[in-house]
């Protein structure tokens, strides 16, 4: 298991559920973020946290609203989803919002269906 | 135009044979290049990072940039059923904004 571990694996809601995504990183790093892997598409940055601050929204709807309480944990809390949202949503880590020498550590994703 | 550019494939090879990977990119700002690799299931995982024009080897991997054609590639050499995954090729411009690729799906048939 990598260092940045995401809960659940697996997620089906409705369009009128509300639920949150989960992710942890053990690796002592202060940037975390939040990207939407879609097939055919280029990873879709939505969210990035250093030092447990925002610092970039990358106008995604408001329906997406990430939360970080600490350096260690993020979240991204869901409502009111639309089906085109289904996609892996994908938590990542880097030692500083630079992406340092090794880049990305990405956690396995969670896999979004939403009906 | 998309910032960069990946052909998706799929590629399908046997094992053993040399697999090459590419990427084209249009931003002249971009200085950190990287390869990641995800197996289904999976997320991306970090497999080689480059900041100059030349080539870096490990193992059986080789990353070459070529900053004056802006384009990448990645060779798998004497590849393995192990390297089916998709890779993403990856980078980084001058003000740490990171644009990937849109991942290349390679499968080695035994």
């Known amino acids: 298991e990598t260092g940045v571990t995401q809960t659940p694996r697996h997620l089906v809601m409705g369009m009128t559920n509300k639920k949150s995504l989960k992710c942890e990183q053990h690796l002592g790093h202060n940037a975390m973020y939040w990207y939407k892997q879609s097939a055919k598409k280029p990873l879709e940055l939505m969210f990035v946290?250093?030092?447990?601050?925002?610092?970039e929204n990358n106008s995604v709807p408001s329906r997406f609203s990430p939360e970080c309480p600490n350096s260690s944990h993020l979240f991204l809390h869901l409502h009111t989803l639309q089906p085109e949202d289904s996609a892996l949503y994908l938590c990542?880590?880097?030692?500083?919002?630079?992406?340092?020498?090794?880049?990305?550590?990405f956690g396995s994703g969670t896999r979004l269906t939403v009906v | 135009q998309k910032e960069v550019e990946q052909d998706p494939g799929p590629l399908s090879v046997p094992e053993g044979a040399i697999v090459s990977l590419n990427c084209t990119y249009s931003?002249?700002?971009?200085?950190?290049f990287m390869w990641y690799r995800q197996y289904s299931r999976k997320g991306p995982e970090l497999l080689m990072y480059t900041y100059s024009s030349g080539n870096k080897e490990d193992g059986r991997f080789t990353a070459q940039v070529d900053k004056s054609s802006k384009y990448i590639s990645l060779f798998i050499r004497d590849s393995q059923p192990s390297d089916s995954a998709t890779y993403l090729c990856a980078m980084q411009d001058t003000g740490n904004q990171f644009y990937f690729g849109t991942g290349t799906s390679l499968t080695v048939i035994p």
């Open positions: 990542a880590s880097s030692q500083d919002r630079a992406g340092g020498l090794y880049g990305y550590t």
């Open positions: 931003n002249s700002a971009f200085q950190y």
């Open positions: 946290y250093s030092l447990e601050e925002r610092v």
